[in-house]
């Protein structure tokens, strides 16, 4: 049997421009035409048993929905248009991503979330400037992951700026800044003091005030801003006022400076993590009985890892994110919007 008079059918079509779609992506698509609806469950089932046939791992099976006519029909097919303007002028197909973004500067990078940042940094091929309190605590960090290394204190407006300058002018251009300095207070209101309610302030909105601050006066070219704000300031925790009142205030920051910078393509997110296991937690964390009261409220049923703050922060440093601003995204187990289960 030839082919109909009029050339392939439309599936053949489809099938054949979804085939050299798959092609030009990277590593091992494969490709498939399913026309119709309601077959997704049948698509994965083919999906997994091809790949345990051929033993080969299955990464992620991509949907393409549309309709089939503008598929066959069109010059340029919907799901080629679709491939094309997601593909940002960022976007590059190197192993190393972020190579030639410009240099991603990191404020807390000894610490337990900002250290594995710089680790999936470097993974990418980023040219890192690793800045802390402590030079010590940076160096074999940085060694490690061939980085310059900065004492800095990051609630310092002049010193922050400079960081940020010096590093612009050393690598060209500044694509990233990240500040993971904070700090964690349980108390509440009535025991709290001044001067406890002015180190939490300190710590946590001046030195994200000045990360911004910097970008904004040097990082004239646009980049990606992240900041930390906190699982205690989406939702009501008992004796969390003070570090709640700073992390909303990082909050407010986030969407008032995104909007300001949005014109130069300046981005500023943040994201808001409920309990990690770092050494910030490490009071909590290392006390049973307050272990297992933090573990209880986080319908996840279990705290985080810093690793669990490391894709999300990826993703919103990447160029290829151009579309994500002024977000507080909530990485916490599920804590600020669910209730946990009871268990
Ligand atoms: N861990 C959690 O449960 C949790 C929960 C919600 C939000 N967060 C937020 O997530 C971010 C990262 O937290 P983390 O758990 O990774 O903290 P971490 O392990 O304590 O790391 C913080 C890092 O910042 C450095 N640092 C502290 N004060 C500084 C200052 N004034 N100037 C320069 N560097 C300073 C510290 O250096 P030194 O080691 O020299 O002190 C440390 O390396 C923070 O904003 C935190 O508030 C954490």
Redesign the pocket.
């Known amino acids: 049997m030839g082919q109909p008079r009029n050339g392939p059918s439309p599936i053949g079509r489809a099938r054949h421009r979804v085939s050299s779609i798959s092609s030009g992506l990277k590593p091992h698509s494969t490709a498939t035409t399913f026309p119709g609806s309601g077959r997704v469950a049948q698509l994965v089932e083919q999906v997994t048993v091809n790949h345990r046939v051929t033993g080969s791992s299955p990464v992620a099976v991509a949907l393409v929905c549309g309709p089939l006519t503008p598929v066959v029909r069109g010059p340029l097919s919907f799901t080629e248009r679709r491939v094309e303007t997601n593909r940002s002028p960022h976007m590059s197909n190197s192993s190393r991503p972020l190579a030639d973004a410009g240099a991603f500067v990191i ?8 250290s594995r940042i710089a680790e999936a940094l470097a993974a990418d091929g980023a040219t890192l400037v690793l ?4 030079l010590e ?1 940076l160096t074999p960090l940085a060694s490690t992951l061939s980085a310059e290394a900065r004492a ?4 310092d407006f002049a010193a922050v700026e400079s960081l940020v300058a010096e590093a612009k002018a050393r690598h060209g251009r500044v694509a990233g800044l990240v ?6 207070l349980l108390k509440p209101a009535h025991l709290t003091s001044e001067a406890e309610l002015a180190e939490t302030l300190r ?2 909105v001046q ?1 994200a005030f000045a990360a911004v601050r910097a970008a904004g006066r040097v990082m004239t070219d646009g980049g990606s801003v992240l900041l ?1 704000s ?3 300031s989406e939702t009501g925790l008992p004796n969390h006022e003070a570090i709640a009142a700073a ?1 909303g205030a990082i909050a407010g920051l986030v969407r008032s400076a995104a909007a300001t910078y949005a014109p130069r393509k300046l981005r500023v997110n943040a994201l808001a ?4 296991e ?4 490490a009071r909590i964390t290392g006390n049973p009985a307050s272990l297992a009261a933090s573990v209880a409220m986080h319908p996840a049923g279990r705290i ?1 890892r ?1 690793e669990d703050l490391v894709a999300p922060a990826r993703w919103l440093l990447d160029p290829a994110s151009d579309w994500v601003t002024g977000q507080v995204i909530p990485v916490d187990g599920g804590m600020s919007r669910i209730k946990a289960p009871a268990r």
């Open positions: 404020l807390g990078a000894a610490g337990g979330i900002g800045a802390g309190r402590t605590k800095v204190e990051a609630s500040n993971a300095v904070g700090s964690i710590l946590n030195t930390f906190s699982a205690a992390k993590p409920g309990l990690v770092t050494p910030l937690a985080g810093a």
